[in-house]
C-alpha cells in the first residue's frame, strides 16, 4: 500500500471530533497515511474574511485528497455581523466553503449511498400486508450534480438592470412580475449545462452496471420545470438506449418520490437528480436508514480532486459538550468511501464489517441510537460517547 498525505478538514463544530476518530479507526484498520490539517470554516471567515484560504485550496491540488468534517453557514446578515470589527463594511459576502470547493475543483459528482445496517434501531419499519411489521432493506446510490442548479451561485436581490431587462424579455416574467418594483425582486437561477448532465447520468448509469442494481430513476420535475428537468430525462433516455440497453430507466418527480420513500423504498438503486432535489431525495433516503449520523457522501470531479464527507452539519452546540456524544458512522462511512476511490477496497471491506458487527451486536449505542434527546446526560443514561463508538469499532477490527 502506497503511504498518501490526506488533507484533514476539520471545519467546525463536531467536525474535527468525528474527523479525529476516523482517523483513529483507519489507522487501527492499517490505513498509512499523513494527515496534513488545511484551514477552513467559520473561524476563518470571521477573522480572515475567507472560509475557504487559498492556502487550503493549495494543499488540496498538492495532495488530491481531503477527508472533511463539517461546517457552519449563517445567513447573509449574520454572518457579516461576525466578522471581525476590521472587515465589516468592505462588501465581504459569505460563501459556503464546501460549495467553493466543488465549484474550484470542479468536482460535479457527488454521490450519497444510503444502505440499511442490520440490526440498526433506528432503520424504517412499516406495517406489512398482513399488518405486521416489517422492515424493508435499504440499498439505495444516489448521484447528485454538484456543481450546477439552484446551487450555482446565480441570484440577485433587485438585479441589475441588463439582468431586469433580459428577464423581461421572457412572457412569463411579465406576466407574473411585470408589474412588481425591480427593488422588490429576488432572483435565484437554475442552470444545467449538457457537459454536466451527461457526467452526472454517466456515472449513475456506470455505478448501476457496476454494482448490479437493475435500475437508474431520475428524481427530478420535467412536467413542470421543462428545460432544466426535460433535458436531463431526455439525455437519460438517449443514453441509455445508446450506451445501457440492459439497466431500466425509471423517471419519478421529487414530490411524489418523497411520498413514495416509505412506500417501497426496497425498490430503488441508483437515483439521479439536480443539486437541490439531490440533496433532499439523498437526506430523504437516510432517514430511512438511521438519520445524519450513517449519512455519507464523496465529491468527485475531473480535476483528481475528491473529497469525503459526512453530511451532517457541524452541530456547535454538541462539540461544547465535556464527553462528546455524536454518532461518528457517517464520518468513518465517508472515509470507507475514500478508501475505495483510492483503491484501498479490501480495507474498506473490513470497516465497514467491523461497523456492521458493532450495530448487530447492540451493545454500544449513541444516543441517536437510542432515540435519546442530544443532552449532555446521555453517557449516564447508557448511551456511548463518540470515542466508546469508535474504540467498539476498533475492537472488531
Known amino acids: 500500500m502506497k503511504k498518501r498525505t ?16 476516523t482517523i483513529r479507526v483507519l489507522t487501527a484498520a492499517g490505513f498509512e497515511a499523513d494527515y496534513v490539517e488545511g484551514d477552513i470554516g467559520w473561524e476563518f471567515w470571521c ?29 447573509k446578515d449574520e454572518a457579516n455581523n461576525e466578522l471581525i470589527p476590521e472587515l465589516q463594511g468592505k462588501g465581504l459576502v459569505y460563501k459556503s466553503p464546501i460549495v467553493g470547493l466543488r465549484q474550484h475543483f470542479k468536482m ?14 433506528l432503520n424504517f419499519i412499516r406495517r406489512g400486508s398482513n399488518g405486521h411489521p416489517e422492515e424493508p432493506e435499504v440499498d439505495v446510490a444516489i448521484f447528485r450534480q454538484n456543481t450546477e442548479g439552484l446551487y450555482g451561485g446565480v441570484e440577485w436581490s433587485n438585479p441589475p438592470e441588463e439582468v431586469y431587462d433580459a428577464l423581461m424579455t421572457h412572457p412569463q416574467f411579465v406576466k407574473n412580475f411585470g408589474s412588481v418594483p425591480k427593488e422588490e425582486i429576488s432572483v435565484s437561477t ?44 431526455k439525455m437519460a433516455l438517449q443514453m441509455k438506449k445508446a450506451d445501457y440497453p440492459d439497466i431500466e430507466l425509471w423517471n419519478t418527480n421529487i414530490d411524489a418520490q418523497m411520498m413514495w420513500l416509505t412506500k417501497n423504498p426496497e425498490n430503488y438503486g441508483v437515483i439521479v437528480a439536480g443539486n437541490m432535489f439531490g440533496d433532499i431525495i439523498s437526506d430523504g433516503f437516510a432517514g430511512l436508514i438511521g438519520g445524519l449520523g450513517f449519512a455519507c457522501s464523496a465529491q468527485m470531479g475531473e480535476s483528481g480532486v475528491a473529497v469525503f464527507e459526512p453530511t451532517h452539519g457541524s452541530a456547535p452546540k454538541y462539540a461544547d459538550y ?5 454518532n461518528p458512522i457517517a464520518m468513518i462511512e465517508s472515509a470507507c468511501m475514500m478508501l475505495d476511490y483510492i483503491e484501498e477496497g ?46 467498539a469499532i476498533i475492537s472488531k477490527l
Open 346 to 391: 479490501e480495507m474498506a471491506v473490513k470497516i465497514r464489517k467491523a461497523v456492521a458487527e458493532v450495530i448487530a451486536e447492540g451493545k454500544v449505542r449513541t444516543y441517536d441510537m437510542l432515540k435519546m434527546a442530544g443532552r449532555p446526560d446521555v453517557i449516564e443514561k447508557g448511551a456511548a460517547s463518540t470515542t466508546q463508538m469508535a474504540d
Open 47 to 75: 477573522k480572515e474574511g475567507r472560509p475557504l484560504p487559498e492556502r487550503t485550496i493549495e494543499l488540496l491540488e498538492e495532495h488530491k485528497i481531503g477527508l472533511f468534517g463539517a461546517i457552519t453557514s449563517k445567513p
Open 108 to 121: 460535479d459528482i457527488c454521490l450519497r449511498p444510503c444502505k440499511t445496517y442490520k440490526g440498526n434501531p
Open 322 to 326: 465535556k464527553v462528546s456524544i455524536v
Open 190 to 233: 437554475r442552470i444545467f449545462t449538457k457537459k454536466a448532465t451527461e457526467r452526472i447520468l454517466r456515472a449513475a448509469f456506470e455505478y448501476a452496471h457496476k454494482y448490479g442494481y437493475k435500475a437508474v430513476t431520475v428524481c427530478e420535475k420535467p412536467n413542470v420545470i421543462r428545460e432544466t428537468s426535460g433535458m436531463m430525462y
Open 6 to 21: 490526506i488533507v484533514a478538514l476539520p471545519g467546525d463544530g463536531i467536525g474535527r471530533i468525528v474527523l479525529d476518530e
